[in-house]
């Protein structure tokens, strides 16, 4: 059984920075990878990792979030560093079994950058 753990969301400044973890079990992954969804907004990639660490990002972070994995403890990262109040969402980690191509989700964990 697929599970899927979040951790590291909080509230923080414009400017600012945050360090969000996702930790997956239960399966090996191709893909790993965050996306966030705003209060009245549909969900959006923010970006996502191959297992041999090929990344993209949206348009919006690039160069201010970058993306990392530890495949040996199945675990990714997003550092999100210059946040911005438009950043404010609820952070999603996905992830692909690499068997199966099956998606999983976590929770989600609230960020939020006051102005």
């Known amino acids: 059984q697929v599970q899927v753990v979040e951790s590291g969301g909080g509230l923080v400044q414009t400017g600012g920075s945050l360090r969000l973890s996702c930790a997956a079990s239960?399966?090996?992954?191709?893909?790993m990878g965050w996306y966030r969804q705003a209060p009245g907004k549909q969900r959006e990639l923010v970006a996502r990792i191959t297992s041999d660490g090929s990344t993209n990002y949206a348009d919006s972070v690039k160069g201010r979030f970058t993306i990392s994995r530890d495949n040996a403890k199945n675990t990714v990262y997003l550092q999100m560093d210059s946040l911005i109040p438009e950043d404010t969402a609820v952070y999603y980690c996905?992830?692909?079994?690499?068997?199966?191509?099956?998606?999983?989700w976590g929770q989600g964990t609230q960020v939020t950058v006051s102005s």
């Open positions: 239960g399966s090996i992954f191709s893909i």
């Open positions: 996905n992830v692909v079994t690499l068997r199966s191509s099956r998606s999983h």
